[in-house]
């Protein structure tokens, strides 16, 4: 006789509302393009110092439209969550499943790691 388990029933997605998730991500934006300020401001900071042909110092310029970018987005984030109080739920665990680095999916999740701070909590490759 074959030893049957009565399946568990799948637990219902996690929803997270859509104004959060929005908020959410334009902090993770926030957070990025404060990282890049300082790295442009360390960057300068080394070709003042030094004799770096001019040329290479004006590819900061794409660091700073990227910085740019991000800041656009980050905006745009923003004015979606703004708008979108009461406007619904979505279950984000197989969006968060894609961000491979750890402690952005924790607070893309809404979560904090206990006793963090998550200013100061940059992940290094």
Partial sequence: MANLRPQAPE???QLTPVRDVFSALAEELERARSLGLRVEGAICAIAVRS???GS???ELQQLDAVLQHIAALRDFAS???RQSVGV???ATASALERVTLGEVRVR???RYLDGDDP???WEML
């Fill in 51 to 53: 004799s770096i042909d």
């Fill in 108 to 110: 893309l999740g809404g």
């Fill in 119 to 121: 200013d100061d909590n």
């Fill in 11 to 13: 637990p219902e997605p």
């Fill in 88 to 90: 619904g739920e979505v």
């Fill in 56 to 58: 290479v110092v004006s």
């Fill in 79 to 81: 004015e979606l969550a």
